[in-house]
T-cell receptor
Framework: NAGVTQTPKFRILKIGQSMTLQCTQD?????MYWYRQDPGMGLKLIYY???????DKGEVPNGYNVSRSTTEDFPLRLELAAPSQTSVYFC????????????FGPGTRLTVT | ELKVEQNPLFLSMQEGKNYTIYCNYS?????LYWYRQDPGKSLESLFV?????AVKQEGRLMASLDTKARLSTLHITAAVHDLSATYFC????????????FGKGTRLHILP
């Protein structure tokens, strides 16, 4: 049982490049989330999904896209990378909302230069 | 919009001392979470508090929730160096589909 896995661990992008951050969970959770963590700022929700085929925006969705074709996978797409997207990205999953803890992946450290 | 404030944001303390981290939130909720993050690592769930007056303890850490005051505390008893980490509280925004809002975190540094 690997929990939540993310790839890559580190990535450096040039301004204007695109990439996909991968996230997979093996706990059969319906709910999945993408957060970004900037130094001293806690976590901000980018997008979330309540099940395969259903996604919705969080607090800071601009510049990102997601899809959820299976229960296990929830990739995050960055289009036209900008320096403001330099951050650590965490994927998480939970059984439900409303009182259920989230399980976090190890994170992806992204630098855009 | 729900806001979550933690204080202090940074705490340096001696081993063996007791201290409390505070988490205030701005709108009604009775679901609060505490997470721990070690430097360069991911977040790990510590406590889930689901009702007014809820208290949970694990080792030297004890968390409580007062929904009327919109306040949770994380109390550290006889701190040891291994508890050095950043601690986040997070709250369900019950007015916005239970989206979880995180505080900025309290970086705890325990001196041996």
């Amino acid at each position: 049982n690997a929990g939540v896995t993310q790839t890559p661990k580190f990535r450096i992008l040039k301004i204007g490049q695109s990439m996909t951050l991968q996230c997979t969970q093996d706990m059969n959770h319906n709910y999945m989330y993408w957060y970004r963590q900037d130094p001293g700022m806690g976590l901000k929700l980018i997008y979330y999904s309540v099940g395969a085929g259903i996604t919705d925006k969080g607090e800071v969705p601009n510049g990102y896209n997601v899809s959820r074709s299976t229960t296990e996978d929830f990739p995050l797409r960055l289009e036209l990378a900008a320096p403001s997207q330099t951050s650590v990205y965490f994927c998480a999953s939970s059984y439900r909302t409303g009182g259920y803890e989230q399980y976090f992946g190890p994170g992806t450290r992204l630098t855009v230069t | 919009e729900l806001k979550v404030e933690q204080n202090p944001l940074f705490l340096s303390m001696q081993e063996g001392k007791n201290y409390t981290i505070y988490c205030n939130y701005s709108t009604t909720s009775d679901r609060l979470y505490w997470y721990r993050q070690d430097p360069g690592k991911s977040l790990e769930s510590l406590f889930v508090l689901l009702s007014n007056g809820a208290v949970k303890q694990e080792g030297r850490l004890m968390a409580s929730l007062d929904t009327k005051a919109r306040l949770s505390t994380l109390h550290i008893t006889a701190a040891v160096h291994d508890l050095s980490a950043t601690y986040f509280c997070a709250v369900d925004d019950m007015n916005r589909d239970d989206k979880i809002i995180f505080g900025k975190g309290t970086r705890l540094h325990i001196l041996p």
